[in-house]
């Protein structure tokens, strides 16, 4: 056990007798016996039911899944909305790195997640009371990390990053095997322009959006297409220019019934038309604000922002804003089940 493993400014210390408390927005409450100040020992914890500082979530039944920047993977009970109840996580160091999570997807009984720290891992979820890690792809040569995932048939690919040594170097997009779920191996890697890629997928083709300029490979932040008609060798068919795309600024995208949404805050959405997968026409661009979490999740004839902010997408080309809230501080993503809305904070 670490005691300064997350470094923020939300972190509180009050000591009595030869007890220090401890309080942290990713960690909960920690007690620890000081006694002996040479070798501080906890001897109590709690942690709340969903901790702070969340990346990402997916709701299946009664289940929300959360993984959470420092604070790991979540499995919450939520089949009684007003009373959450955590059932498991793992905050658990990876190869000796923290862990920090930028992506989750559920597919059947697996849980598959990105990390910046730690590429890729794998949870069997079948009791959520107690998953375990499965399989992982790293390299413990050398650093490397990942910004985003998406699952396709019997792929995952990963918007990642490699130093010089690794068995993946440079940025670019990563294609790994996923024939037996449980075991990922690494199987192909694409050298594409720029960096930070997020991505979605939809039949034969992967969309990969720009988040930053590589200064080795600088191109306009653009929207890039990629045939994976042979899932594990994607080949680039296209790009297109975002206009109003930043360097290092948040976006998402989002592929549904032949459309494909973008996310640019504050900016606004871009929506695209899919008739043709290789050549997306932009056919809207309305100008309402959003705020600074671009996550984007689809549920009927509506498009949720971050779970503040909804669109009526009716007629997609005609994007209406639908309506907002403005009780919720710092949504960052959301899981849309039924007529209720969980959301995280970033």
Same mark, same amino acid.
């Given at each position: 056990?670490?005691?300064?493993?997350?470094?923020?400014?939300?972190?509180?210390?009050?000591?009595?007798?030869?007890?220090?408390?401890?309080? $942290? @927005?990713? +960690?909960?409450?920690?007690?620890?016996?000081?006694?002996?100040?040479?070798?501080?020992?906890?001897?109590?914890? +709690?942690?709340?039911?969903?901790?702070?500082?969340?990346?990402?979530?997916?709701?299946?039944?009664?289940?929300?899944?959360?993984?959470?920047?420092?604070?790991?993977?979540?499995?919450?009970?939520?089949?009684?909305?007003?009373?959450?109840?955590?059932?498991? +996580?793992?905050?658990?160091?990876?190869?000796?790195?923290?862990?920090?999570?930028?992506?989750?997807?559920?597919?059947?009984?697996?849980?598959?997640?990105?990390?910046?720290?730690?590429?890729?891992?794998?949870?069997?979820?079948? %009791?959520?009371?107690?998953?375990?890690?499965?399989?992982?792809?790293?390299?413990?040569?050398?650093?490397?990390?990942?910004?985003?995932?998406?699952?396709?048939?019997?792929?995952?690919?990963?918007?990642?990053?490699?130093?010089?040594?690794?068995? +993946?170097?440079?940025?670019?997009?990563?294609?790994?095997?996923?024939?037996?779920?449980?075991?990922?191996?690494?199987?192909?890697?694409? $050298?594409?322009? %720029?960096?930070?890629?997020?991505?979605?997928?939809?039949?034969?083709?992967?969309?990969?959006?720009?988040?930053?300029?590589?200064?080795?490979?600088?191109?306009?932040?653009?929207?890039?297409?990629?045939?994976?008609? @042979?899932?594990?060798?994607?080949?680039?068919? %296209?790009?297109?220019?975002?206009?109003?795309?930043?360097?290092?600024?948040?976006?998402?995208?989002?592929?549904?019934?032949?459309?494909?949404?973008?996310?640019?805050?504050?900016?606004?959405?871009?929506?695209?038309?899919?008739?043709?997968?290789? @050549?997306?026409?932009?056919?809207?661009?309305?100008?309402?604000?959003?705020?600074?979490?671009?996550?984007?999740?689809?549920?009927?004839?509506?498009?949720?922002?971050?779970?503040?902010?909804?669109? $009526?997408?009716?007629?997609?080309?005609?994007? @209406?804003?639908?309506?907002?809230?403005? %009780?919720?501080?710092?949504?960052? $993503?959301?899981?849309?089940?039924?007529?209720?809305?969980?959301?995280?904070?970033?």
């Amino acid at each position: 056990f670490e005691f300064t493993v997350t470094e923020t400014s939300e972190r509180g210390v009050f000591a009595q007798g030869n007890q220090v408390y401890i309080t $942290d @927005q990713a +960690y909960g409450l920690t007690v620890v016996d000081a006694h002996d100040a040479g070798n501080p020992t906890r001897i109590g914890y +709690y942690l709340p039911p969903v901790p702070d500082v969340l990346q990402a979530i997916r709701v299946e039944g009664d289940y929300a899944y959360v993984v959470g920047r420092t604070s790991g993977f979540h499995i919450v009970d939520i089949a009684n909305p007003s009373q959450l109840r955590q059932l498991s +996580y793992d905050n658990s160091r990876k190869n000796l790195y923290l862990q920090n999570p930028t992506g989750l997807e559920l597919v059947g009984k697996y849980a598959y997640i990105s990390d910046s720290s730690y590429p890729f891992r794998v949870y069997d979820v079948s %009791n959520p009371n107690q998953p375990v890690q499965t399989g992982a792809v790293f390299d413990p040569a050398a650093s490397d990390g990942a910004y985003d995932v998406v699952i396709a048939g019997k792929a995952a690919y990963l918007s990642g990053w490699g130093l010089q040594d690794a068995f +993946y170097p440079g940025d670019g997009l990563w294609v790994i095997d996923l024939s037996d779920p449980s075991r990922p191996q690494a199987a192909q890697f694409v $050298d594409l322009p %720029n960096e930070r890629w997020q991505l979605a997928t939809d039949g034969h083709y992967l969309y990969a959006l720009d988040g930053s300029v590589d200064s080795k490979q600088s191109e306009p932040l653009s929207l890039r297409i990629l045939d994976i008609s @042979q899932p594990l060798q994607p080949t680039e068919v %296209n790009q297109i220019a975002i206009e109003g795309a930043m360097p290092l600024g948040l976006s998402d995208i989002l592929l549904d019934d032949g459309f494909l949404y973008v996310s640019l805050p504050p900016q606004g959405l871009k929506v695209f038309d899919l008739s043709n997968p290789t @050549q997306p026409v932009e056919v809207a661009s309305p100008s309402f604000l959003m705020g600074m979490s671009p996550k984007l999740e689809k549920a009927g004839n509506n498009l949720f922002v971050a779970g503040t902010m909804a669109y $009526d997408l009716t007629d997609p080309q005609q994007p @209406q804003l639908a309506g907002y809230a403005n %009780n919720v501080f710092e949504g960052w $993503d959301c899981a849309v089940v039924g007529d209720r809305i969980y959301v995280i904070t970033k």
